[in-house]
């Protein structure tokens, strides 16, 4: 059993931008294996999806909400996913996690995603 961490938030002004990362919990999980999953929560909202990437990297999908301003990738030679998230918004603000499930286009929900750990805050404010 492993979680992912998600690390890399803060307090950027509206139009700035951040790097999310997810990383194993245990230096022994090599990502590789798995497609990956970012989701947010907002306070009084349900967690919702936000990108998607494959195994291989080739694979992305996005939530229509972060098209075109978010871009997810992966390094499989440092064990590392990313989100670079730019022209952020004050509705992007929320908790951020990572998690390991399906990779599959279209809506992105968590059903059937995993290995839920430690989020990271974003903050959008001026």
């Known amino acids: 059993q492993f979680t992912l961490v998600a690390s890399g938030g803060g307090l950027v002004q509206p139009g700035g931008s951040l790097r999310l990362s997810c990383t194993p919990s245990?230096?022994?999980?090599?990502?590789?294996?798995?497609?990956i999953g970012w989701f947010r929560q907002a306070p009084g909202k349900e967690r919702e999806g936000v990108s998607l990437i494959s195994r291989s990297g080739e694979g992305t999908n996005y939530a229509d909400s972060v098209k075109g301003r978010f871009t997810v990738s992966r390094d499989h030679s440092k064990n590392i996913v990313y989100l670079q998230m730019d022209n952020l918004e004050p509705e992007d603000a929320g908790v951020y996690y990572c998690?390991?499930?399906?990779?599959?286009?279209?809506?992105?929900?968590?059903?059937?995603?995993?290995?839920w750990g430690q989020g990271t805050q974003v903050t959008v404010s001026s």
């Open positions: 245990s230096s022994n999980i090599t990502l590789y294996y798995y497609a």
């Open positions: 998690a390991v499930g399906p990779f599959e286009y279209g809506l992105i929900t968590d059903r059937d995603f995993g290995s």
